[in-house]
């Protein structure tokens, strides 16, 4: 049987946080943490579990100086908690925050629920909210790619300012949101006709990676469709495996999503909003990048020589270093 330790039982931001499974993992090809990391169990209303990588910032807090907000990190479709925990999580934790990677309930070791698919974006993002509610004694930042981006738009729509007290309390304050290589708004029905008529190879793979997950047995599309052409084989074979793993049901029905999109606009609020985009995203374009960038009236940024998975290709430090120099120029 299964020894879940919920971290909402903690002591709000001392969390030093150990969980036992007994029974085999759900995931054949576990992740292994790395130093200073740290796999447990978020309890949510519903009974399931969510796992959540943790790693604390490795600095000496001086009690009189700013506290920097916790960063909470969610994937997208196909990833789970490990692909921010291989690279950012040591980055971020060494520069001075503590992060807390989740899995999405049917992802990595999180519990599946009943059903053909995981959630929907109002599910998910209650679950990134009850997470954050239940946990962290200060407005986190949220950060999100590529599908995970959509969810946390789902997100900053929903919340309110002081006024509205009641909502504010479902979807807790944040102090900023990034968005990186995000599904736009609107959603992918764009980035899918505007494939299929500027550019109909690249739809076509693109369909016959993510659709008919083609990019599980073929190393050359998985390369294409998620990171750099200078990606070594094995490492590109190494996050292959992880991700054929990751995902035992689809983040959404998408029909369905779609139907529900797009998101409504961000209600008057002091969120720092981050729009952040690869120049070499095989999945999201230039196009679904500005389009995010207007929506929230902010300049996009976009990564030379950086693929779709920010966070784990070869260049994985360019984007954290955007996004660092963004974090130190919060409420300063």
Request: aromatic share 10%; with cysteine.
């Amino acid at each position: 049987m299964a020894i879940v330790l919920s971290i909402q039982h903690l002591p709000k931001m001392t969390l030093n946080p150990i969980a036992v499974l007994n029974e085999p993992r759900k995931t054949r090809v576990p992740y292994e943490l790395k130093q200073g990391q740290s796999r447990v169990f978020h309890q949510l209303p519903s009974g399931l579990n969510m796992e959540v990588i943790v790693q604390k910032s490795v600095k000496e807090k001086n009690p009189e100086s700013r506290k920097d907000p916790p960063l909470v990190f969610v994937h997208g479709s196909y990833h789970s908690a490990w692909c921010w925990a291989e690279h950012w999580l040591p980055f971020f934790s060494n520069s001075g925050f503590d992060c807390f990677a989740l899995s999405l309930l049917g992802q990595g070791e999180s519990d599946t629920p009943s059903g053909t698919v995981a959630g929907s974006l109002q599910t998910h993002a209650g679950d990134v909210a009850d997470f954050i509610k239940r946990n962290l004694s200060l407005p986190p930042v949220l950060l999100g790619h590529s599908f995970g981006g959509l969810i946390i738009q789902y997100y900053l729509a929903n919340m309110r300012n002081e006024l509205h007290y009641e909502m504010q309390n479902l979807y807790p304050k944040l102090t900023g949101a990034a968005l990186i290589c995000s599904v736009p708004p609107s959603g992918n029905s764009g980035l899918v006709w505007r494939y299929l008529f500027s550019k109909p190879i690249a739809a076509f793979k693109v369909t016959r990676s993510l659709a008919a997950k083609a990019f599980q047995t073929s190393l050359s599309l998985c390369r294409e469709t998620f990171f750099s052409a200078t990606m070594e084989d094995n490492l590109v074979l190494r996050y292959q495996e992880l991700m054929k793993e990751s995902s035992r049901v689809p983040l959404f029905d998408l029909r369905k999503l779609n139907e529900s999109l797009p998101v409504p606009k961000m209600t008057a609020c002091s969120t720092e909003i981050l729009v952040l985009g690869a120049k070499d995203d095989f999945i999201v374009d230039a196009e679904g990048l500005n389009e995010t960038g207007r929506f929230y009236n902010v300049t996009p940024i976009c990564i030379e020589g950086v693929a779709h998975d920010m966070m784990l290709d070869c260049s994985w430090g360019e984007g954290a270093n955007v996004i660092l120099s963004w974090l130190n120029g919060l409420n300063r």
